[in-house]
């Protein structure tokens, strides 16, 4: 009996801490898409709050993803996801972009885009691409476009390789830009404290420039800048619940809402 107690007493303890780290994790999270389904071209956004992505010559597959039923596939030049403006994704200066990643082609001659949040006179709020003729990452902040170069595992020159997933987080923190690859920081940089923001939409593909050729998964928005052990708690899935059947719709809302 009295081991039953402290095994009880053990497992409530180690819940209350995975919520407490939950709890914690959940803090600035704006935006959230699984990707897990599609609903007559719509995602759903999985933080609850209603900030919907509405997909073009784009799909849900279940076919290729990291986490839960499925990925969003990015095969035609002219696929994107966008989401309309709304007030937390216009003000933030602080940031983290967090999400798998896993590239289906190489460099194709064009700077394609990955993902760009715009804003009135800048498509770099942050703006990310791939490089015209090597498969790494170009992710960049106005005014003066700076960010990374081409950086890849390993920082800057190094190459992805397609076929592979990759855990992926840029994190703007004041004037610093730190770029972490499956939970690794490869590179820091300096960027704008306060970069161009006001209202206008975030893309996932095609904006002005083609699109990268790639699926993507669990895509995370903090309007705050993320510690490196907060990255690897997210790459870790503590932010997601998961059934053995499937993953959860999910996420913090979810799990907020069971705690309140």
């Known amino acids: 009996m009295r081991f039953t107690i402290y095994v009880f007493i053990a497992v409530m303890f ?28 719509t995602i759903t956004d999985g933080t609850l709050g209603g900030n919907n992505g509405t997909l ?50 190489a460099h194709n001659g064009a700077w394609s885009q990955i993902f760009a949040k715009k804003a009135p006179g800048s498509d770099r709020s942050p703006g990310v691409w791939i490089c015209p003729n090597s498969l790494n990452i170009h992710y960049r902040f106005n005014p003066g476009n700076q960010g ?12 992805f390789e ?15 830009f ?21 209202e206008e939409k975030l893309y996932i593909g095609k904006t002005g420039y083609r699109s990268a050729t790639f699926y993507i998964d669990d895509f995370f928005v903090f309007n705050r800048g ?18 053995p059947r499937d993953k959860l719709t999910t996420t913090w809302g979810h799990l907020k809402t069971k705690r309140n």
């Open 162 to 176: 397609t076929g592979k997933w990759y855990h992926i987080a840029g994190v703007k923190a004041g004037g610093k």
């Open 14 to 41: 180690f819940a209350g801490g995975v919520l407490t780290t939950q709890a914690a994790l959940d803090d600035g999270l704006i935006l959230y898409f699984s990707f897990d389904k599609e609903v007559d071209g």
């Open 148 to 159: 990374s170069g081409c950086a890849g595992p390993g920082g800057e020159n190094e190459l």
């Open 56 to 105: 073009t010559n784009a799909s849900v597959t279940t076919d290729e993803k990291k986490v839960g039923a499925g990925s969003l596939e990015m095969l035609d030049q002219n696929a994107s996801l966008e989401v309309e403006s709304f007030s937390e994704m216009e003000e933030y200066q602080d940031n983290s972009f967090v999400f798998w990643l896993h590239f289906i082609q």
């Open 226 to 243: 993320l510690s490196k052990d907060e990255v690897n708690d997210i790459m870790g899935g503590l932010l997601i619940s998961v059934e």
């Open 178 to 198: 730190h770029f972490y690859i499956d939970g690794v920081q490869v590179g820091e940089y300096d960027v704008p404290a306060e970069h161009a923001q006001g």
